[in-house]
């Protein structure tokens, strides 16, 4: 009976780990769509990857959206602050770590190209998800200093 026991715990929790692997690659996937559509310039299909209210917390203020139009708003806005040889961004490293079942966060660095393919600029996004619906969704972005960079347990 011990061992049955043991087996049933085994199995229990390999299962719940498994399920959290499963949750943080759904979050991974939502990270890499949404670069893709901020790299393409698509407005149209950024809100698919946000929850509102949503925030930017930037160095100096705080950006609200409460819709899809104040979304692209600051969007359009921070991508006017990037130089006109701009070409993309790619992750460097991006750890998950889910805080419960409706909320996670992302900590990311990336790097920003130019279009000669020479990185001209590196940075760390911490980023806050909601589940909602059955999908994960972006709340909150925050980006600070690379060297800040750290990884979840």
Known sequence: ????????????FNCITLANEI?????????VDH?????????GAIGNFFTFPFTFNDLDKTLDAKN?????KIFKKLR???????SH???????VKLLNNNIALVNSMFSRFNKKG?????GSELYIFRKG??????????????????EFD
């Not at 899809?68 to 692209?72: A, G």
């Not at 961004?89 to 750890?95: A, G, I, P, T, V």
């Open 1 to 12: 009976m011990n061992k049955t026991r043991l087996l049933f715990i085994i199995l229990f």
């Open 89 to 95: 961004r790619d992750w460097k490293k991006m750890n």
């Open 80 to 86: 006017r602050g990037l130089p006109k040889d701009h």
């Open 133 to 150: 619906d059955n999908s994960w969704k972006i709340s909150s972005i925050t980006p600070y200093k690379p060297y800040n960079y750290f």
């Open 35 to 43: 670069n893709y559509e901020l790299t393409e310039k698509d407005y």
């Open 118 to 122: 020479e990185i001209y600029f590196t």
């Open 68 to 72: 899809e139009k104040e979304l692209k």
């Open 23 to 31: 949750e943080k690659n759904k979050i991974l996937n939502i990270m």
